[in-house]
Nanobody, 121 residues
Framework: QVQLVESGGGLVQAGGSLRLSCAASGSIFRTDAMGWYRQAPGKQRELVAIIPSGTSTNYADSVKGRFTISRDNAKNTVYLQMNSLKPEDTAVYYC???????????????WGQGTQVTVSS
């Protein structure tokens, strides 16, 4: 079994910064893509940023230039540095990881429990 544990959410004023962390633990052979999604009240969950096993990254247009995703493969951890936060960034942020538990197993997607980010105007 694999667990994803997020940390770093909270309340911040507009223009401020937060850094989210997500550590994957358990029976892990290899972690492929890792990323962050978010869900605001009354809206569908949306992709924020994703980083495959290499160095390339993809961002939602709404966060480009403000958010930076990175990962530490040795720690199976993904980070999301969020700068110049806006009230519209308010949402529950979910960590996402695609994990293989053994050499022979298929890749499986796992989700964290979510962490609240609230940006006040």
């Amino acid at each position: 079994q694999v667990q994803l544990v997020e940390s770093g959410g909270g309340l911040v004023q507009a223009g401020g910064s937060l850094r989210l962390s997500c550590a994957a633990s358990g029976s892990i052979f290899r972690t492929d893509a890792m990323g962050w999604y978010r869900q605001a009240p009354g809206k569908q969950r949306e992709l924020v940023a994703i980083i495959p096993s290499g160095t390339s990254t993809n961002y939602a247009d709404s966060v480009k230039g403000r958010f930076t995703i990175s990962r530490d493969n040795a720690k199976n951890t993904v980070y999301l540095q969020m700068n110049s936060l806006k009230p519209e960034d308010t949402a529950v942020y979910y960590c996402y990881a695609v994990v293989r538990t053994t050499y022979f197993s298929n890749s499986v997607a796992y989700w964290g429990q979510g962490t609240q980010v609230t940006v006040s105007s």
